[in-house]
């Protein structure tokens, strides 16, 4: 049952309304002045408050400010017994859901008042659900129980705290970002700010008047001073994403800044001090990059102080039905539905799927899902692409001819061959440990 709070102290008028309010069953709570109503809304869960402009003790256009500070989700309709536009414009603007005028628009306060109940359950699910996305940004909220993932909280866990260089590694769209954002919220520069910039998304000259900023004149267009993220990531977090895009001249200068923490804007001849923590993120093999010349390879030992390898989804097939409810839940509060269910057949082309883009395809492929269904989903509401996908096992089986199951083969002979051990089989295999283990799980090798 939802509850109703009326302000208003003509007191037979509130009466009045209360009853009409009860029999559509509504709870109804009086107050007859803005500081019992404030008090009252601080006290009681309530969803819609109708409130007086005149009252003896305020404003009920002041009041809408007030109700929204202590309880944003509430939604405020403002009843008047003259129209008054200036006060109808002042109203919207302080947030409130709409202004009426008593008694002629008596006819309207009742659908009014469903209507700001439905966007007020609306905005209740997309906070629960935002909750949980926004603490996306925690490791708490990160969707998945499979060893892989695990693995890779862990580590970000125990560094978090440390002010060390991270470098993220991993495919596209497995969730560097996330884990980026986890390790600056778990660290001791949590209050500050954190800086995301991805180095595949601009040209040089623009990514390194972004990074470093410029001075006023350093170049036609530059009409005024910028701050870099740089400057702007000072005393924070800077978040580099696919760093291996970065041309090397700007490699270069971005070593000299770890190094000294020292930087010069374009333009400028004396240098800028920044104190920030670096996590870099990439899809590429640096080391391999660094190998052939196209990455630094002194900006490679001074990113790889600590990497995490994040798993691609294919290799923790147990946390995509749990993504797929959390993704479902989501998509459906935004979209005003009642949360969607989905076929056993429907999660079975999920879950035998390859995702090249991991987790960012699987939630845009639900996205889509959820807009063309309206009570279960189902296969055909599936791209094309992944409707025709042949499995890539069948029935626990990998296919004989498949690289997956010649992999799963040679693993085993190797484990095999080192008895079992598997620090020795991770090195006869020139894999790391966490690799190893990853590929045990995914093949199910004991």
Not at 285 to 312: A, M
Request: overall charge neutral; aromatic content about 6%; proline content about 2%.
């Amino acid at each position: 049952m939802k509850t109703i709070l009326i302000i208003d102290d003509e007191e037979k008028l509130r009466a009045l309304l209360a009853r009409i309010l009860k029999s559509e069953g509504f709870d109804v709570i009086e107050a007859g002045d803005c500081k019992t109503g404030l008090k009252s809304v601080e006290q009681n869960d309530i969803d819609v408050v109708l409130c007086d402009v005149k009252l003896p003790d305020g404003s009920g256009v002041d009041m809408v400010s007030k109700i929204k500070q202590k309880k944003p989700q509430l939604e405020v309709i403002l009843l008047t017994a003259y129209g008054n536009i200036t006060d109808g414009v002042q109203a919207m603007k302080s947030g409130a859901f709409d202004y009426i005028v008593k008694g002629d628009d008596n006819d309207k306060i009742i659908p009014l008042l469903h209507r700001a109940i439905e966007k007020v359950q609306l905005q209740k699910r997309v906070k629960e659900l935002e909750k949980r996305v926004d603490d996306k940004f925690s490791f708490q909220a990160i969707i998945g129980k499979s060893k892989s993932i695990q693995q890779a909280i862990d580590l970000a866990q125990k560094v978090a705290p440390n002010d060390t260089n991270v470098l993220l590694t991993g495919e596209t769209g497995t969730g560097k970002e996330v884990f980026a954002q986890g390790i600056h919220l778990a660290s001791q520069r949590s209050g500050k700010t954190f800086v995301a910039l991805n180095c595949s998304a601009f040209g040089k000259d623009i990514l390194e008047s972004e990074l470093f900023g410029y001075k006023q004149g350093a170049f036609t267009g530059a009409n005024k001073d910028k701050k870099g993220l740089i400057e702007e990531a000072n005393n924070g977090t800077l978040f580099l994403d696919e760093i291996g895009e970065m041309p090397l001249e700007l490699q270069a200068k971005l070593l000299r800044v770890l190094e000294t923490n020292e930087f010069i804007k374009l333009g400028d001849t004396k240098p800028t001090k920044s104190n920030f923590r670096l996590i870099a993120a990439t899809n590429r093999d640096l080391k391999v990059e660094s190998e052939e010349k196209r990455f630094r390879s002194d900006l490679y030992f001074r990113l790889n102080v600590f990497q995490i390898t994040l798993p691609p989804l294919r290799e923790r097939v147990k946390d995509i039905e749990p993504l797929l409810q959390f993704f479902v839940a989501q998509f459906s509060a935004k979209m005003n539905k009642k949360t969607l269910t989905y076929s056993d057949e429907f999660l079975k082309k999920l879950e035998t799927y390859k995702w090249v883009g991991n987790i960012r395809e699987l939630k845009n492929v639900i996205e889509r899902a959820v807009i063309l269904s309206d009570d279960q989903l189902e296969i055909d509401s599936l791209p094309f692409e992944i409707q025709q996908s042949e499995p890539t096992a069948k029935n626990g089986q990998l296919s004989a001819f498949s690289m997956e199951s010649i992999e799963k083969l040679h693993i085993q002979k190797v484990l095999n061959y080192a008895r079992g051990n598997k620090a020795e089989t991770a090195r006869l295999l020139e894999i790391g440990i966490a690799t190893l283990y990853r590929k045990l799980e995914e093949y199910n090798i004991h």
